[in-house]
C-alpha cells in the first residue's frame, strides 16, 4: 500500500470515527450510562491504547528531559481536555446532536479571536469572515429548539459552546509545549490527565463505571479506539488543525 493510500485510509478512519462519536454517545445513553461515564470511557480507552506505544524506551526519555514550567502546561492541558469532553457529552443529553456537534466544532472561530491577542499572530480577513458567518450560524442555532424545551435545550447548546473553548484552550496550550515532546507521549499524558479529571468528576456525582450492558462498552468505546489508532499512524503535520503550524524543526526541550 502507497504511503497516499495508506494516510487517505486513516484519514478517512479518524473523520468516520469523529462524525460518528455523538451518535454512539447517544446510543450509550439509551443504555441507561450517565453522560460523564460516557466521557471517563471514552478518553481512558484512547489513553489505554496510547500506552505501549507511548512508553517505548526511546519516548519515555522525552518525560525526563522536561521541565516544571512544561509538566505543568501538559497537566493543564489535559484538565481542558477532561472538562471539553465532560461539556461536550453532557451537551448531547440537553441538545439535538447537530447543534451539540455544529457548536462544539467552534473551536477554530475560537482559536482565530484568541490568536491575535495570545499569540500576536495576525488573522487573515478570510478568516474574520468565516468567523462572522459561524457566529450567524451559531445565533440560529442556538435559539432554535423543539417547542417547550428551550431552556434545556439552550443548556445543552451553552455546554457545546464550552467544549469548543476549553478545546481551544487545550490547543493553544499544546502548541507550546509540543516543541518539547513528541506526539505520542504528549497525548498519553494529556488523555490520561483529562481522564483522572472526568474519574473524579463521575466520584463526586456518586456514579459508577461497572454494570452496563456490553452494548453500552462497546458504543463507549468504538469510536475512542478508531481515533487512538489513527493518532498513532498519521504524522504530525497532518494532525494538528489549521491554527496550529508544524514546526520546520524541533527545539530543544528547553526551548521556550
Known sequence: MSRQVKLAFILTLGVLAMSSASILIRLAFGQGVPPLVVAAVRLGVAAAALTVP????????????????????????????????????????????ISSVVLVTTTPLWLGLASPLLLKEPTPRVVWLGIACAIVGGVIIGTAGPAGEGQATAWGNFLALSGAVLAAGYLLIGRSIREAISLLPYLWVVYGVGTLVLLVMVAIKGQTLVGYSPLAYAYMSRSSASRSSASRSVPRCWRWRSSVRCPNRRRSPGAR
Do not use: M, N, P
Open 54 to 97: 507511548a512508553l517505548t524506551r526511546r519516548r519515555s526519555q522525552e518525560y525526563v528531559k522536561l521541565g516544571h514550567r512544561q509538566l505543568g502546561v501538559l497537566i493543564l492541558s489535559g484538565i481542558l481536555l477532561g472538562l471539553h469532553f465532560a461539556t461536550w457529552v453532557t451537551s448531547l443529553a440537553h441538545t439535538s446532536v
